[in-house]
């Protein structure tokens, strides 16, 4: 890795089978509308196998999803994340000869991103059988300033002699998801999703329409082409491909350059996908591709004047940092009719579908450095508010709404209930969020017009899933985040979360209270006094475990009662333990996939003492293991907030660089997008003890003794804050916006410019 943080690159890259998987997904372009998968343009041998993916944010098809017994309300069909076409393929034949990484000599090599100017790249110093030499370079971009728009910079330059130089672009409407049969984070088996409408030639673009099997969704993708030292052009209009040649004169030491345009559009945002893709590729073409480059470039500027992270003393996991952040942005969908995937746009593990992660690893970075993001992902869940109404009623719920465990356009995807449907728990987590976004920006105006609704409708559900029983409430017959712990009584997060939504639920009933606009929705869904009360009842009198021999949180009523797996017993081979174990030999044991009751200690940490903390994280470090990649930024987050710094160090790294050096061994599925806004989260809520409450925001920071500084930046109600921390004090640095009240190490203090604080 180089020293410059924006740049994380590799070097004569290896080109077996798995690295190529492995940079397809680490390589990859998105920005939140279009994912494209880093392939070789010009392909692969016919033993390798590859997943050439390209996908738009929220596309989707319904398939049949097999249940081995027709139960009642057991789902049996689920929407997928779609390769929608295939764009980025270039062959490219040099006075007749074909260029491959597989032949010739390769002389050097270099992939990089550039998350200075949001672009990747790859350049080769290449050698043919029959001795021409060619330096190519090929810059990809899927752009910020227009989503709809991905571009390829091919350039072609001439060592060592003169010829013709003849590209042949496709733009290919047969393209199929990847399955993989023996892994469930994919799909399980291969289905024709789109099929092609039809493939025309107007105005030397291309035009691809198809429509999707079930869900009556349609796609328009265009391409259209730029060339240097242009001879002329040849356009094929094949069964299920539109090709383009382009023959171009190369002389010695002179480039020949190809642009290549294609952009996107989909039925769900727009009427006309004909007409709106006509619109979107001329107005891609009307800008210099320099211009769209300098677009981009300033739109990351103002994307890290509010987010930057910066590790004095740390080079690798400052770039694993900033590699993450980028990732970050590129993942998120920036409308309300998309989420967070957990693979991002970089590939189709979990086939797309969009999951509490969202809301509690990922939203935590947007909702302090670009709320308008986490508004927009609010706007998603209150778009599909009817359908987690009607996902509760399925549940056998009289009132309320239910979000699903997974999904896409609303409705439910998982199959496996114990460890999916049973996680109660979301509604919590998508109540926290809006909580969180409240504090953030203090915009009550939104929460009168949707985030309320989301809340009380989603509270509601908790009175209908849990009881008294003597004077206690209890919430039974649910699932943690811990995936290896299913279908229990009072599990301490859900319990936690629960009572944590209904206190909101009860304060933003009266923050509203006389708000007309507010009354029409209370009035709407006809929400009483008498049930805010039952809200206020039901969150004073919840049950969380505790077992005072052992001074901790069990994680649910019956979990101190099973049998520890010793972790230090199971093979290595044997991991991660989901495709090695029985889920009931796992449920029967104590043992943890994730941070379950740890996690709560951290989201809703003023309901236990420092002690039970302490104790519970020492127990359950001891039987976690970590086979989910949520699981290490939360012991790192906790073990910080504990005094535990070693410990918070060694986890932080397994987090940050978790897809830099594929440590779960699964990254060619695509990045773990939920961990990287977990690696932030270290940073920010773990070391410099960051915390957002209703009575202000507070900061406990501590310095990693290898570190020689940290700094950040965030946004709090309207102001934008630069926090730096050395081994002498910490800085605040009111940056923009109006004075503000902090806390540090427990004192009050009032932000107006700097302040400097002795550690």
């Known amino acids: 890795m180089k020293d410059n943080k924006a740049i994380y690159e590799v070097t004569d890259f290896k080109l077996d089978n798995a690295s190529c998987l492995f940079y397809e997904a680490l390589f990859h372009n998105a920005n939140g509308y279009i994912g ?122 001439p060592v060592n002699f003169s010829g013709d130089i003849v590209f042949e672009s496709n733009h290919q409407s047969d393209v199929a998801n990847f399955f993989d049969p023996a892994d469930p984070r994919t ?60 023959i171009a004169q190369a002389k010695m030491g002179s480039k020949v350059r ?30 210099p591709i320099e211009q769209l480059y300098a677009l981009q470039q300033t739109y990351m500027e103002n994307y890290w004047k509010n987010c930057d992270v910066d590790i004095d003393g740390d080079p690798e996991q400052n770039i694993a940092m900033r590699y993450n952040l980028f990732e970050l942005l590129q993942s998120v969908g920036k409308d309300q009719y998309s989420n967070i995937c957990p693979k991002g746009l970089s590939g189709e593990g979990y086939e797309g579908h969009y999951f509490w992660d969202s809301e509690m690893y990922i939203q935590p970075f947007f909702t302090i450095t670009n709320p308008a993001v986490s508004k927009k992902l609010i706007e998603y869940r209150y778009e599909t508010l009817d359908m987690a109404r009607e996902n509760a009623q399925i549940l056998g719920h009289q009132k309320g709404a239910l979000y699903p465990w997974r999904t896409i356009m609303g409705k439910e995807c998982s199959g496996y209930y114990p460890a999916g449907s049973a996680q109660y728990h979301i509604n919590g987590d998508i109540a926290h969020s809006i909580i969180a976004y409240y504090l953030a920006t203090g915009d009550i105006a939104f929460i009168q017009a949707k985030g309320a609704e989301i809340v ?23 699932t943690g985040p811990d995936e290896y712990t299913c279908i229990v009584n009072n599990n301490y997060y859900t319990n936690a979360i629960a009572q944590h939504h209904l206190r909101w639920a009860v304060r933003f009933y009266y923050l509203l209270k006389g708000n007309a606009h507010a009354k029409k929705t209370t009035d709407r869904i006809m929400l009483t006094k008498t049930e805010v009360d039952d809200f206020k009842k039901a969150a004073d009198n919840m049950f969380l475990p505790y077992d005072k021999d052992l001074k901790i949180n069990p994680q649910d009523d019956s979990f101190l009662q099973k049998q520890i797996m010793p972790i230090d017993d ?41 002690e039970t903390m302490r104790h519970s994280y020492e127990y359950y470090e001891k039987i976690t293991v970590h086979d989910s990649s949520l699981s290490t930024c939360i012991f790192s987050i906790m073990a910080a907030r ?118």
């Open 36 to 157: 494209v998968r880093s392939l070789l343009e010009e392909g692969y041998p016919e033993t390798y196998r590859y997943k050439r993916g390209q996908y738009i944010n929220g596309f989707y098809d319904i398939t049949k999803m097999k249940q081995a017994e027709k139960l009642y309300g057991l789902a049996e069909e689920k929407q997928t994340l779609l390769n929608v076409v295939d764009t980025q393929s270039i062959k490219l034949f040099i006075d007749g000869e074909a260029f491959s990484m597989f032949d010739g000599e390769v002389l050097s090599s270099r992939r990089w991103v550039d998350t200075d100017k949001g672009i990747t790249g790859r350049r080769v110093f290449w050698r043919s059988p029959n001795g021409r030499e060619v330096k190519i370079e090929i810059i990809r971009m899927a752009s910020f300033h227009q989503l709809s728009l991905f571009t390829i910079d091919y350039s072609v330059e």
């Open 187 to 246: 799909a399980e088996d291969r289905a024709d999703y789109l099929t092609m409408e039809s493939c025309e030639l107007k105005d030397e673009a291309t035009y691809i329409i198809s429509g999707t099997s079930k869900s009556g969704l349609r796609v328009c993708s265009c391409v259209a082409h730029s060339i240097s030292n242009e001879i002329e052009r040849h356009f094929f209009i094949e069964e299920k491909n539109a090709r383009c040649q382009l």
């Open 258 to 287: 190809l642009k290549k345009y294609a952009v996107f559009c989909d039925s769900i945002r727009c009427d006309d996908i004909r007409e709106q893709a006509a619109i979107e590729i001329e107005q891609a073409q009307s800008l």
């Open 456 to 478: 009380f409708e989603t509270a509601r559900l908790w009175m209908d899933a849990g009881n008294f029983y003597k004077g206690r409430f209890h919430i039974n017959n649910v």
């Open 570 to 610: 199971i093979p290595e081979e044997n991991y991660p333990l989901l495709l090695n174990y029985h889920p009931l030999c796992l449920y029967r044991h104590q043992i943890c996939k994730q941070a379950d009751t740890v996690l709560a200690h951290f989201v809703v940490e003023d309901a236990q003492t420092e």
């Open 642 to 759: 504990l005094g535990m710094e070693e410990k918070a160090v060694d986890y932080f790294g397994n987090s940050a660089k978790m897809d830099l050096l594929n440590l779960h061994k699964n990254t060619h599925i695509g990045i773990h997008t939920a961990n990287m806004g977990g690696s932030y989260m270290v940073i920010v809520y773990g070391f410099a003890g960051f915390r957002l409450k209703e009575d202000g925001i507070s900061f406990s920071p501590m310095l990693p003794k290898k570190w020689r500084s940290y700094r950040f930046k965030m946004c709090y109600q309207k102001s934008r804050i630069l926090i730096e921390v050395n081994k002498t004090h910490c800085a605040f640095t009111l940056e923009e916006g109006e004075k503000k009240t902090i806390c540090v190490y427990g004192e009050e203090y009032c932000l107006k410019d700097k302040l400097v604080i002795d550690r």
